[in-house]
T-cell receptor, first 109, second 117 residues
Framework: GQNIDQPTEMTATEGAIVQINCTYQ??????LFWYQQHAGEAPTFLSY??LDGLEEKGRFSSFLSRSKGYSYLLLKELQMKDSASYLC??????????WGAGTKLIIKP | GAVVSQHPSWVICKSGTSVKIECRSL??????MFWYRQFPKQSLMLMAT?????????EQGVEKDKFLINHASLTLSTLTVTSAHPEDSSFYIC?????????????FGPGTRLTVT
């Protein structure tokens, strides 16, 4: 079966760094996405990885290891507005997105 | 670019009535759109894939006669919840793929919050 695992909830301090992990088992792989979703709003795109390695985009970075079925999203210099749910999604062989349940990130001052 | 709109943003209806939600790609043509449902504190659940000019592909467990999807043009897909019941109350989100983008990234509309009383 297809499965995406990520922690349910994480807490971090403003100004700090946090790493959100995602492991996956899917039928085929055509890229991994990270989306941010604030409560009551639709998801917004953060990053896309299809090759192994680290993709850096400002305060956010995303890493992928296809051999390990593993990715992480790294958030630096945390701000209160980063409090949100972070969704990991894998695109399978049919280019369908398989979604994780999301990680709720709580930022404390 | 790649803006997706939804209308209405929220709707309250009585049990037994039907509600139509529109999803539009504003600055691109979307051959494929997706409809999701999300319950509180849960992740997105794909309901169906909508292809322009053809019948939608529904996910297992989603009633096609209850959730009618029409993708009549390259910029518009509609979801009609027929004979709505309180258990249909949810956050409905559409998304569209941008063609010619190798990542097949999906852009999401702002969502429609449906409350059935």
């Amino acid at each position: 079966g297809q499965n995406i695992d990520q922690p349910t909830e994480m807490t971090a301090t403003e100004g700090a760094i946090v790493q959100i992990n995602c492991t996956y088992q899917t039928s085929g792989f055509n890229g991994l996405f990270w989306y941010q979703q604030h409560a009551g709003e639709a998801p917004t795109f953060l990053s896309y990885n299809v090759l192994d390695g680290l993709e850096e985009k400002g305060r956010f970075s995303s890493f992928l290891s296809r051999s390990k079925g593993y990715s992480y999203l790294l958030l630096k210099e945390l701000q209160m507005k980063d409090s949100a749910s972070y969704l990991c999604a894998v695109q399978d062989s049919n280019y369908q997105l398989i979604w994780g349940a999301g990680t709720k990130l709580i930022i404390k001052p | 670019g790649a803006v997706v709109s939804q209308h209405p943003s929220w709707v309250i209806c009585k049990s037994g009535t039907s509600v139509k939600i529109e999803c539009r790609s504003l600055d691109f043509q979307a051959t494929t759109m997706f409809w999701y449902r999300q319950f509180p504190k849960q992740s997105l659940m794909l309901m169906a894939t909508s292809n322009e000019g053809s019948k939608a592909t529904y996910e297992q467990g989603v009633e096609k006669d209850k959730f009618l999807i029409n993708h009549a043009s390259l910029t518009l897909s509609t979801l009609t919840v027929t004979s709505a019941h309180p258990e249909d109350s949810s956050f409905y989100i559409c998304s569209a793929r941008v063609p010619d983008r190798g990542s097949y990234e999906q852009y999401f509309g702002p969502g429609t919050r449906l409350t059935v009383t």
